[in-house]
């Protein structure tokens, strides 16, 4: 989220469609599309029950995830630490279904 992004002003519905018609291209193209958001984002600024047929990495900074619709990775903290990388990095688990 930017607060004066251009998407900011368009509706559920239209953020929806240009999200399934670039997850339809992505497909087109051989590869296996995936919607990353944060929990917010995915309950309030899409229509998931339209974008079901692809995979969602959820955002969610807490110690559970709390979307209720199907996800396939949750990223659970930005503040990571891995040997070899100075400075914080993301952290998600991956479920493999």
């Given at each position: 989220?930017q607060?004066?992004?251009?998407?900011?002003?368009?509706?559920?519905?239209?953020?929806?469609?240009?999200?399934?018609?670039?997850?339809?291209?992505i497909?087109?193209?051989?590869y296996?599309?995936?919607?990353?958001?944060?929990?917010?984002?995915?309950?309030?600024?899409?229509?998931m029950?339209?974008?079901?047929?692809?995979?969602?990495?959820v955002?969610?900074?807490?110690?559970?995830?709390?979307y209720?619709?199907?996800?396939?990775?949750w990223?659970?903290?930005?503040?990571?630490?891995?040997?070899?990388?100075n400075?914080n990095?993301?952290?998600?688990?991956w479920?493999?279904?």
């Amino acid at each position: 989220y930017q607060s004066n992004a251009r998407s900011n002003g368009i509706s559920v519905t239209a953020r929806t469609e240009a999200i399934r018609g670039f997850c339809e291209t992505i497909e087109s193209l051989g590869y296996t599309p995936m919607i990353y958001a944060s929990t917010s984002w995915l309950n309030n600024n899409l229509d998931m029950s339209k974008l079901s047929k692809y995979k969602v990495w959820v955002a969610q900074y807490y110690d559970r995830v709390t979307y209720n619709g199907s996800y396939e990775v949750w990223q659970y903290t930005s503040k990571g630490r891995v040997d070899g990388i100075n400075g914080n990095v993301d952290m998600n688990y991956w479920y493999n279904k």
